[in-house]
């Protein structure tokens, strides 16, 4: 079964300073079969990357909503940030990509969800991410797998890598799939393998946000 690494960051977004190609070969060396480039709020990344590894990349991105951050792959057109969750999936749906939530409650984070929140869209997405790599309180993952047994989603896990060493940390191994459709269906035979990430990660996260930022003041 194919190896699926579902969410995972390049340099173009704001935190991360990871190139595209050292990340392709990351994926190879570690056994990654299918990589989900899910760069906040764009989707550039993931295009250079297809194009440089179309077998292997789904073209993703992770966009932030008025109430909480969405995961899709699957994507023909990139979706702005900004808008209400209602507004972000139907323009998902038109284009017939997959959704997930990211990282629900995990309320260290900017893109985390209100229970209420979530429940109101549940019926709408196809997926909640119950593992992430990068949630710092193991609650967070808990919250997010129980609610998805609740609500009878099936669950997506991530290892939200903003730094190579991270790639690979949470995977999952599931039947083929070539759409979403298909990658739903799929998830309900799949098989998790996670490990959490060390809090230094997010060190290097802000780091290279400020790189960034002084990188913008200097031009």
Not at 51 to 60: Q, S
Not at 63 to 77: C, P, S
Not at 79 to 106: N, Y
Not at 195 to 206: C, G, I, N
Request: glycine letters at 8%.
């Amino acid at each position: 079964m194919p190896r699926l690494e579902f969410h995972c960051h390049t340099r173009f977004s704001r935190d991360s300073l990871t190139e595209i190609g050292p990340l392709l070969a990351a994926c190879r060396k570690k056994g990654i079969d299918r990589l989900a480039v899910t760069d906040h709020n764009t989707f550039a990344g993931a295009l250079v990357a297809k194009r440089l590894d179309p077998e292997r990349v789904l073209v993703g991105e992770e966009i932030l909503t008025t109430e909480g951050e969405l995961l899709a792959v699957y994507l023909k057109e990139e979706v702005p940030p900004g808008l209400t969750p209602e507004e972000t999936i139907a323009l998902l749906r038109a284009q017939g990509a997959f959704i997930s939530v990211s990282h629900p409650f995990d309320w260290s984070r900017r893109g985390s969800w209100r229970p209420e929140s979530l429940a109101r869209i549940a019926p709408l997405v196809d997926a909640i991410e119950v593992f992430n790599s990068r949630c710092l309180s193991p609650f967070a993952n808990q919250k997010a797998q129980a609610f998805a047994e609740i609500h009878g989603l099936p669950g997506t896990v991530g290892s939200d890598a903003h730094t190579l060493f991270e790639v690979g940390r949470a995977v999952i191994d599931l039947p083929e799939f070539h759409d979403a459709g298909s990658l739903k269906e799929s998830l309900a035979r799949a098989r998790f393998v996670t490990r959490k990430s060390s809090l230094l990660v997010h060190f290097s996260s802000r780091y290279a946000a400020w790189v960034k930022r002084v990188g913008e003041g200097r031009g």
